[in-house]
């Protein structure tokens, strides 16, 4: 994707995708409102309790400093660290299900699709 666009995965993901489908959420954490995400917790199996998950929300900043497209992308954690509500992401999987459509409106050319 960034290399067809030369755009950063959570800038276009952004541009493209969440804002024509106004839906708030992102990959990139730096750029989100923290007072609007969910406390992520994890199990310690050596103390069988949960506690806040300490990379979760981990700032990505130091890693952005020698970012280079098309190489770099990881850092998101493309196929599955984007921060959505559960709603948006059914909205957000809808529209990939309708080959980029949703509710009649092109969000993705089908050529990007492929």
């Known amino acids: 994707m960034?290399?067809?666009?030369?755009?950063?995965?959570d800038h276009y993901v952004k541009e493209h995708i969440l804002n024509p489908l106004k839906l708030y959420g992102?990959?990139?954490v730096d750029e989100l409102d923290?007072?609007?995400?969910a406390a992520i917790y994890e199990y310690r199996t050596d103390s069988a309790e949960f506690i806040l998950?300490?990379?979760?929300?981990?700032?990505?900043?130091?890693?952005?400093?020698?970012y280079?497209?098309?190489?770099?992308?990881p850092i998101f954690s493309p196929t599955g660290g984007m921060k959505i509500a559960a709603?948006?992401?059914?909205t957000?999987?809808?529209?990939?299900?309708?080959?980029?459509?949703?509710?009649?409106?092109?969000?993705?050319?089908?050529?990007?699709?492929?």
Do not use: Q
Request: glycine share 10%; aromatic share 12%; with cysteine.
């Open 2 to 9: 960034e290399k067809f666009s030369w755009k950063r995965l």
């Open 26 to 28: 992102g990959y990139n």
């Open 34 to 37: 923290s007072s609007r995400l």
């Open 53 to 66: 998950s300490p990379g979760a929300y981990a700032s990505r900043k130091p890693l952005l400093v020698n």
């Open 68 to 73: 280079r497209l098309g190489y770099s992308t």
């Open 87 to 90: 709603p948006g992401l059914a």
């Open 92 to 114: 957000y999987m809808m529209m990939h299900m309708n080959y980029g459509k949703l509710n009649g409106k092109r969000i993705l050319n089908r050529k990007v699709l492929c």
